[in-house]
């Protein structure tokens, strides 16, 4: 499958699941994320009383005092700590990949694996957790190996499902690159399963999300799992 093709299944994506917001605008300026970030992080601000109000709500409801010394601050606490397992609604990838992506002569294969990911499902509101491996083949252009780490924090903070949080890291890849392929695996262990319902400790989900010559070629794409499972 070749870059044309790649854009193609990623602007259908963005069609289907609402997220023509992920796409990568060049004409965006230094001066407007600026004022874009403290716009949120005034809004953030804003937004803290009712969320503390809420928590409080949810502790006397819970039937616990919230004026017992434990809990005095827990309301807020909570409140902040929300905000920042979310702060992936206020990020984009463009804000991340600022001056990173470079012009280079290389079409090999890019492993990076066992990047560490914890989002919470939105089922339940409930954290899973895991490894996430990324690999793609470059098409003359290569981004900074940690700015992979940060598109997986900033789709992985959100409410989430597992399998779209593995389409939209591979979709935002790429959106930023145009490469000739991206390839995604996802592994993790759900609280949901663990801590409720059917209780499972060692219970592992899979995902994985192929684009471009991933999904064409089998020996590429059992190439990319057989080196991202590799100890």
Do not use: W
Not at 85 to 95: A, N, V
Not at 143 to 153: F, H, P, T
Not at 156 to 165: P, T
């Amino acid at each position: 499958m070749n870059t044309h093709k790649v854009s193609d299944t990623v602007e259908e994506f963005h069609r289907n699941n609402g997220f023509s917001d992920l796409v990568i605008d060049g004409s965006n300026s230094a001066v407007h994320r600026k004022r874009e970030t403290s716009r949120k992080e005034a809004e953030d601000k804003s937004h803290l009383p009712e969320l503390e109000a809420a928590y409080a709500k949810i502790l006397r409801q819970l039937g616990e005092d919230t004026d017992r010394e434990g809990l005095l601050r827990t309301p807020l606490r909570a409140a902040k700590a929300i905000q920042f397992l979310t702060k992936g609604y206020h990020e984009t990838i463009d804000d991340i990949l600022n001056n990173a992506i470079f012009d280079e002569d290389h079409d090999e294969m890019v492993i990076v694996k066992d990047i560490d990911m914890f989002s919470l499902c939105e089922h339940h509101m409930v954290p899973f957790f895991g490894k996430v491996h990324i690999g793609y083949i470059p098409n003359k252009k290569v981004v900074g190996l940690s700015k992979l780490a940060r598109i997986v924090e900033i789709y992985s903070r959100r409410l989430q499902v597992q399998e779209r949080l593995t389409k939209q890291i591979a979709v935002g890849i790429a959106e930023a690159l145009q490469p000739k392929g991206v390839a995604v695996v996802i592994e993790a262990a759900h609280m949901c399963m663990v801590m409720r319902g059917v209780q499972k400790m060692n219970s592992r989900t899979v995902t994985s999300a192929m684009l471009g010559i991933y999904l064409e070629d089998p020996k590429t794409r059992e190439e990319f799992l057989t080196l991202s499972q590799r100890a």
